[in-house]
């Protein structure tokens, strides 16, 4: 059974990098194309004007990981009755969210619009359209949210990748169909992307109609699972608002203190960060179900051999992925941007290792989440978030200190907060802290410590920073995975891999 689970986690990992690989490549594409076309001030006016009901998706994450709990701790009981029930009751939640989306956009959206927002006067019918279309697609997207969750829930990852592949695709051919289009290009732009939208929500109803029985439920309350989802939402609604705050505050103190040129860096590092941790992120929407139903199912062996897997493996990956960018930040920047802001390159290796440590993060608010038990994990959780913004502050008033410190005291945030969630979480799941020191910190210690050594040796031996680069990434790749063979795999995972290569060789030859 754990072979079969291991093998969907494998081939579900692969469907979510192949749709992360192409989304990420016509996806930059798509938004130069659609730059030029619409032109800058329309381009600012969708952008501008799809951030008044942008706030709604801070309330659709949080709803979404108390639907995707609530949907796959069902599964893993597997208790049909049970999982329609918890159906039925997120239909009634997320059709009451539905009301007030529209109620809030159609009231106080149309009057920031028209009373606080800086738009030319000619374009201002285009701006009500694109508010139109944005509270519609808002709709949509609440309503399918459940059903997205259970398409995650029951591992149908390829079903997934396969529907967004299809979604890019769509917004390329708009890409190209607003240039040959005569009418106003900004409302025939959110007018198509409502069609998409469409197109994408009904394939979703459709896939989980056909697949999955729990989704004909009629909506239905019960009180108390509506009270759990409320609850849980309510939790991760007030970690996303910390992080926002967070992330944001640290924004607005660089600005005060530093200036927009210092902003430009942090963004431009942010995004490097982002494009990089995709992958993390697709590695562990795969293994999660998993570590839930486990859960449900009270297999709290099963339960922790997910969640060691998890935060070793997500490390490692970010780990790899880092160290040639972290050797090699200056030439990747250089190579990508034709000027460089000042401070980019040491913001990106700060925030790199930053990245890499918040993968252990990701497994222990699975496991919490499956508990259902947040308040303790997200209080510590914000307070420490939140006590970045003035520390920063005071550093920078009363020190003088540089710019970069505020991503070190990030940085330190994330180690303390890592020793907390490990703290507040393994107890919760019936871990032991022992194994998972022995399991997960000493074997990416052992990997930290070793892999980057030989590639800061090289960097430089080849005059050309072009060859430099190809070389030092080679030889990084190489080094991280002689380390992890060394430090990281335990005799069970070298084994597997002796055996799946023996196998693939021995197929090779037939």
């Given amino acids: 059974m754990e072979k079969t689970n291991n093998r969907t986690i494998a081939r579900n990992t692969l469907m979510l990098y192949g749709r992360a690989i192409l989304m990420m490549m016509i996806g930059l594409y798509t938004s130069r194309v659609i730059l030029n076309t619409l032109g800058v001030s329309d381009f600012g006016i969708y952008n501008a004007v799809g951030g008044i009901i942008a706030m709604f998706g801070i309330i659709s994450s949080s709803l979404s990981n108390a639907t995707s709990r609530t949907i796959t701790v069902a599964i893993g009981k597997g208790d049909i009755r049970q999982i329609k029930a918890a159906f039925g009751n997120l239909k009634v939640v997320y059709y009451i969210m539905c009301f007030f989306v529209v109620l809030l956009g159609e009231t106080i959206g149309l009057w920031f619009l028209y009373h606080k927002m800086s738009i030319p006067a000619d374009r201002m019918d285009a701006a009500f359209w694109v508010l139109q279309f944005t509270i519609f697609t808002t709709v949509l997207n609440f309503i399918c949210v459940p059903y997205n969750s259970a398409i995650i829930a029951h591992e149908r990852m390829s079903a997934f990748a396969y529907i967004s592949l299809m979604d890019v695709i769509l917004k390329l051919l708009i890409c190209f169909s607003l240039s040959i289009i005569p009418y106003d290009k900004l409302i025939i732009y959110g007018m198509l992307m409502v069609g998409v939208c469409i197109i994408d929500r009904i394939i979703y109803v459709v896939y989980c109609n056909k697949r999955f029985p729990e989704v004909h439920a009629k909506p239905r309350i019960d009180k108390e699972q509506i009270k759990d989802i409320l609850s849980i939402s309510g939790w991760t609604l007030s970690g996303n608002f910390a992080w926002i705050l967070n992330t944001q505050g640290i924004n607005l103190i660089l600005n ?44 709290f062996q099963r339960m922790h051999e997910l969640l060691n897997m998890s935060s070793k493996f997500s490390y490692l990956l970010m780990l790899v992925m880092s160290i040639p960018v972290l050797v090699e930040a200056p030439v990747i920047l250089k190579f990508w941007l034709n000027h460089v802001p000042e401070h980019t390159v040491v913001y990106l290796r700060i925030i790199l290792i930053y990245s890499i440590l918040t993968t252990l993060s990701n497994p222990l608010w699975v496991s919490v989440l499956a508990t259902g038990q947040l308040k303790k994990y997200q209080i510590y959780d914000n307070v420490i978030q939140l006590l970045v913004i003035p520390i920063s502050y005071l550093v920078f008033k009363y020190l003088q200190a540089d710019s970069y410190w505020v991503f070190v005291i990030l940085l330190i945030s994330e180690i303390l907060e890592i020793f907390i969630r490990v703290w507040i979480v393994l107890p919760l799941i019936h871990h032991q802290y022992s194994r998972y020191i022995r399991e997960v910190i000493l074997p990416i210690i052992g990997v930290t410590v070793t892999a980057p050594i030989i590639p800061l040796l090289l960097n430089g031996l080849i005059g050309q920073e072009f060859y430099n680069f190809i070389f030092v990434c080679i030889f990084s790749v190489l080094c991280s995975l002689v380390s992890i063979w060394l430090f990281a795999l335990n005799h069970h995972e070298r084994s597997w891999i002796q055996n799946f290569a023996k196998e693939k060789i021995l197929n090779y030859k037939k």
């Fill in 256 to 299: 005060v203190f530093f200036g927009p040129i210092v902003n430009a860096a942090r963004g431009i590092a942010l995004q490097v960060q982002g494009v990089m941790a995709q992958f993390v992120t697709n590695f562990q929407t795969a293994i999660n179900p998993q570590i839930t139903k486990s859960y449900a199912q009270s297999n």
